[in-house]
């Protein structure tokens, strides 16, 4: 057990086609049916029941701290729902190896703690991914997702997209690829990517891409990474080589997606 635990921990793919240890509990499907957009999206059946072993896991095995407000079922879902997305067809990544502790606050807060990874670390920060540590999630900026009033933001998917960059041991923006052709692809695509933003932030230009990505790489991962699951149709419209990248990479397609 302990085994299979450590190996559940560290990655090891075939644990996370295992049989759960018992039913998925009909309750969280009801949440991620009800709360979780994307939960329905998903293409096949399959992606569902693997969706729901890795909400299973990341609920069971991950420390949830809730600092000032009450932590419920809803909340643990919700956000390992999205948490699970990024991840549903990369069996090969593990459940975010490096995360033991999800770190929930009601608002924004400013507290001036060293930050160890590109999270948003400024002044009313509504979350933040540590390189080796804690995400940190602010349920206000996550509560509005439940109501289907889902902007372009998503703080879920941008921290744990930040916890996919890291997997590879730097924080730059680039994921763990699978070949030095994908590399080499990626960093044509991303570069000029980036720079396109960077320039449409300095001319005051809005894209489909929030121009907080022009803050580094890494932040335009993030954010890249939210738009392709938020606003895929829009991404692949008028970002094609970027769009692309992130369908090989998460081996989805969701601007084909219903909804
Ligand atoms: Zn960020």
């Known amino acids: ?26 309750d969280w499907r009801r949440i991620l049916d009800g709360d979780v957009l994307h939960y329905r999206m998903l293409p096949r059946d399959e992606d569902r029941a693997q969706l729901e072993r890795d909400v299973y896991w990341l609920v069971r095995q ?16 919700v956000i390992a729902g999205y948490a699970a997305l990024l991840l549903n067809r990369r069996l090969d990544l593990g459940v975010y ?26 002044a ?31 703080v879920i998917i941008h921290e744990f997209a930040h ?7 730097s924080t730059d923006g680039t994921p763990p690829l699978e070949s030095r052709v994908d590399l080499l692809e990626w960093a044509r695509v991303f570069t000029a990517e980036f ?16 121009k907080y990505g022009a803050t580094n790489t890494a932040e335009f991962f993030a954010v890249a990474t939210e738009a392709f699951f938020c606003f895929p149709r829009r991404l692949q419209r008028e970002h094609g ?19």
């Open 62 to 77: 991950k420390t949830w701290t809730p600092i000032d407000l009450e932590i419920d079922d809803r909340k643990r879902v």
């Open 1 to 26: 057990m302990l085994g299979a635990l450590v190996d559940w921990l560290f990655g090891k793919d075939e644990r996370r086609t295992d049989e759960l240890p018992e039913p998925f509990p009909a």
């Open 97 to 122: 190896p490096r995360t033991r502790e999800i770190i929930v606050r009601p608002t924004s807060y400013n507290e001036a703690y060293k930050s160890h990874g590109p999270g948003v670390v400024g």
């Open 241 to 259: 080589a970027l769009y692309d990248c992130l369908r090989d990479f998460f081996r989805h397609d969701p601007a084909t997606w219903p909804g």
């Open 124 to 154: 009313n920060r509504l979350g933040e991914a540590w390189y080796r540590g804690p995400v940190v999630l602010a349920w206000s900026a996550i509560r509005p997702l439940l109501d289907r009033h889902a902007d372009r933001h998503n």
């Open 195 to 210: 720079d396109a933003l960077v320039a449409a932030a300095d001319n005051g230009t809005r894209t489909v891409l929030d």
């Open 163 to 169: 916890k996919l960059d890291f997997l590879d041991g």
